[in-house]
């Protein structure tokens, strides 16, 4: 006889009311001890005889029902694991408040070994039952009991936690109690450990089911698992050995390869402090670690945003990452490096645990090294876990300690060689010597790596993992080897069917620099009760700092990558894809042995050629004040990503862009540092004296550097005009710096000449013949004058970038000119990020522009087009600086500087 309920509404029992009155507490509850099956997955109780109708009860009064739960005992014959049974130790009504009116009961599963401690476990049961039931996993060590009361995890923060509704909720302590999540002494008893290697979930399960079919006089019509990290595993763990018990699980980044974790955490301790603890890393040294990771990786999805979502081409930059770290010679100068020694930290933190003279569980052969560096932290704000404050660990470790050496230190003591003083820096995690077998026998009862979810799947169970790609705590790598194992057991159809696995970039151990907050639980019930299999999900973020910006949940291996326009904010610029590209490759390199022409900005006209094949440069000065012409520096390359190289130049960085466009610099004629540079592939060319320029010709902005003899700075900027005979003239507006103004034909004052090629350098000088301003000044002269400079016309993808390189003919001053059309310049128009470098020398980072946003590092800015002339951008930070985009160059001006850069 099947008994069913409207949701809201508390189920009828098939019994007479009069029996709430009475003391037959068996008869009251209906299922004390009762035969049949006490999993929701396997509930059912249709009879298939005749027989009289049932006799429908009135509702059951909720505060005596669950008044009557006191003192309920099972006998151990009622439980299918071994225990000396279990009772409940109070029940109580509890009404009002956000969780609804509900029975609070708590109890303990008393064990076989007299020396063991009880499991103690929460059931809470709601007075408007929705006919379902959850089952909340652990954390940690556990020692501290789970009640069922909690909101869902990385859920939406408005939405009731399960119990407030309807659901049946539970929870138990892991079968110990302790005051810290990190003790692990607990695993010296057999008993313990086995529970909470996972029996006492199942014995938890089955005394709850009891205490649901008691009050309501059936099983749940669902049942649903959710954990996160060890609660993850225990959500694992139960679908692997007890697959008929739920329909439906969320294993949030699962501690699955329990013993490889901890395994890896001993590695790690043993990296950091043996040798007197040469391999420590303090804070400041940690912190270098991540900004140089997330320098070279935040972009490679396309977004400047702080996360690394393209963790595996990132991983191909791990070499050029820790050579960029590494401290002279390898010796320790201080926290602008690292020794040696702590780069082998580092690498012990990154690299995968393999394990080659013995196997852990179910054929498990590797723990997942942590993404160090690709974007996870164990330093600053957006984690509380660190490598600790000191560099010689205690004996046992402790929070001044690292993170990762605690538990695994608490590990190593009492789940394996059960000495309490045991010093865990002489435990070899790769040759545990007579430990081998004990770590294997604790891995058989913690570990939930078995692969094989046939069965659960084929009754039609659904999971949904989630795990952050920047984990600190338990590695992302390890559950993705877990769901790579699966997907060859079961098979990909079955996995499509029953499985989805979401990693999120940026998220660690519920910590990170992004948090992701989405209604899984709704997932799950759509899915299982609906049949609508959940794919690409948007998650927003709960960190404070980024509160509410959005990001699609990707399923793996597939990564959110930014769609190029749009705000960085909004899922829906984001495409979830699965290419993963070498970093080091640059499609904007040439083909074959390249010369580029171009000039700095101390006026100096030069050469550079490339060679793709062995990344040789040089650079050959063609004209110039400062250095003779023929003057050559060279040297190699070194790929960093992102089309961008180092060089020999001073720490000048070369960057490749589209249409034959190269940004880079050359080490200063004196003085050291070096001095910025465009360069171009393609140069316009006409021999034809007083025509054919049309191609380069119009009004322009320009900005400039002027240097004085002495090396002075000063930065200027006005117009030009370039004609179709090939006469130009440049204007200032006077007044108020900047010099910006429309072009006019009489501006004054002025500065005039024509441009005559020079086949021997592929440029044009620039000759000067008058400096006549206003109304009736004669017609530019095209002949005679004096060279004032040169001008190099590159073109970028057909389009002109005219760059005019200054040297007075008296050699009193030197500088450039970065020409960009006078025309009228729409928002959006020069988005893209792009390589920076300055005059001052300064490490300025890459500049993006987004619509009217313009982000530097950690400045941010908001541009105004068209200010103050057509095709002028001007920041409101006080005081502005101006902007030009001309065909892929950006150009910078500021009160004492010249930015240059190019769009990636």
Known sequence: MSHSHRPGQPPRLPL??????????????????????????????????????????????????????????????????????????????????TLGNHCQVRGAIRPVDPSAPDIGFAVNLPTDWNGKAIHFGGGGFNGRLIDGTEQIRFGPPDKPAPLALGYATFGDDSGHQSSSITDGSFAANDEALANYGGLALKKTHDVAMKLVRARYGSAPTQAYFLGTSTGGRDALAHIQRWPADYHGVIANEPALNYSGTRLSNLAVGRALYLNGGAGWLNVAKTLLVQRTAMTA??????????????????????????????????????????????????????????????????????????????????????????LGTRAVPGNPATSADANMYVTGDQWAKYFVTRVASFDSLGFDPLNPGLYTARVQAASAQTDATNPDLSAFLARGGRLIMLHGLADEVISPNSTIDYHQRVLATVGQAAADAGIRFYTVPGMGHGTGVFIPNWDSLAALENWVERGLAPATVTAFDAVAGTYGRTRPLCEYPAYPKYRGSGSLDAAVNFSCVTEVGDPLACSHLPSALTSYKGGNTRGEELTLQVDPATLAYTLTIDASLQRAPGTQRSGTLIAQGQCSYASAENGALFTFSAGGLVHGGIAAASGGGHLPLLAFRDTFVNTTAGSGFNTIAGDFNAVGADYSAGGTLSTWAGTGKIRNAGTWQTCQATGTPPGFMLYEANCSPATKGYLQYSAVRNAYELML???????????????????????????????????????????????????????????????????????????????????????????????????????????RAAPPAHLLFSNGVLGQLETTRLLLGVRH
């Open 16 to 97: 007479p009311h009069a029996l709430l009155a009475g003391t037959a507490l068996c008869l009251l509850l209906a299922a004390c001890g009762g035969g049949g099956s006490d999993s929701a997955a396997g509930n059912n109780d249709d009879d298939a005889g005749g027989g009289p109708p049932p006799v429908v009860a009135p509702p059951i009064d909720p505060v005596a029902a669950c008044a009557a739960l006191n003192g309920f005992t099972l006998a151990a014959a009622d439980l299918s694991l071994p225990t000396t049974g279990a009772s409940v130790t109070a029940a109580t009504y509890l009404t009002g408040g």
């Open 769 to 875: 013949t008058s400096t006549c301003g206003g109304a009736g000044c004669p017609s530019t002269p095209t002949s005679g004058g004096t060279v004032t400079g040169s001008v190099v016309a590159g073109l970028v993808g057909g389009s002109p970038v005219p760059l005019v390189l200054l040297r007075a003919a008296d050699a009193s001053s030197s500088g450039m000119r970065l020409y960009a059309r006078q025309a009228t310049l729409l928002p959006g128009t020069g988005d893209g990020r792009y390589a920076m470098n300055s005059t001052d020398g300064s490490a300025v980072g890459d500049a993006t522009v987004l619509g009217t946003a313009l982000t530097r590092g950690a400045q941010s800015d908001v541009l105004d087009f068209d200010t103050p002339v057509a095709g002028v951008t001007q920041t």
């Open 297 to 386: 990786c935040d972009t490679l999805d396309g977004a400047a945003d702080g996360i690394v979502s393209n963790v595996e081409s990132c991983r191909l930059l791990n070499a050029q990452v820790l050579n960029a770290l590494r401290c002279p010679g390898g010796v320790d100068t201080g926290n602008t490096c690292l020794s040696d020694a702590q780069l082998d930290t580092v690498r012990a933190i990154e690299s995968p645990l393999d394990f080659t003279t013995y196997t852990l569980a179910h054929g498990v052969t590797r723990a997942g090294g942590y993404n160090l560096l690709e974007g996870a932290l164990v330093a600053g704000p957006y984690t509380s876990r660190d």
